[in-house]
């Protein structure tokens, strides 16, 4: 079964989607939205870096949010909550990139068997700390493939610095997972 890609967390993030994209926040590094009618360039190897990434960066949202309410140590409830703001910012860029290069935004669906939830309880940070690494992973897997595959300098280096925060997030994570007494 295939998930709408807003579905998850609704219109709150629709909104700021639209209103992101409308007052030009979020620093895209020059993408602007195509003008209605006007032919826009499909560049293959950069539309399957923002259709890979933003449904991959939603689940990270949804799995921070999942954090931000079960866990335990309040550093994890922090970096779930960095990580759900920068995703976030995040899919805006990537969504004005896709209009700009097809006049369009939507990204295929969250198949479900991506979707990682950990059940609440006493070893809830460790187990969605795992999970979130292997997210991590995923995604610096991802960007590696765009840094040599993209078409545009843009996608290029927006490629380059999601895997590098992921690299560092991913880190960071590990580090804990080490330090963190099993409970």
């Not at 190897?45 to 960066?57: E, K, Y």
């Not at 931000?68 to 910012?89: D, G, N, Q």
């Not at 479900?112 to 897997?141: L, N």
Request: hydrophobic fraction near 40%; aromatic fraction near 6%.
């Amino acid at each position: 079964m295939r998930k709408p890609l807003l579905g998850g967390i609704g219109l709150a993030l629709a909104l700021a989607l639209s209103c992101s994209a409308c007052s030009g926040e979020g620093g895209g590094g020059g993408a602007q939205p195509a003008e209605a009618g006007t032919a826009v360039q499909a560049y293959e190897g950069d539309l399957a870096f923002v259709d890979g990434i933003v449904p991959h960066d939603l689940t990270a949202v949804w799995m921070a949010e999942d954090a931000i309410a079960k866990a335990r140590r309040p550093e994890l409830r922090a970096f779930a909550t960095k990580v759900k703001a920068s995703r976030t910012r995040e899919i805006a860029e990537l969504l004005r990139y896709r209009r700009t290069w097809v006049g369009e935004d939507e990204t295929p669906p969250i198949e479900d068997d991506t979707i990682v939830t950990v059940p609440a309880g006493r070893d809830f940070d460790r187990r969605w700390t795992q999970a979130m690494i292997r997210h991590h992973q995923a995604a610096i897997e991802i960007a590696e493939r765009a840094v040599r595959e993209a078409e545009t300098p843009e996608a290029r280096k927006l490629a380059k610095s999601i895997a590098e925060k992921e690299k560092a997030d991913k880190a960071q994570l590990q580090r804990w997972e080490r330090a963190w007494p099993r409970e």
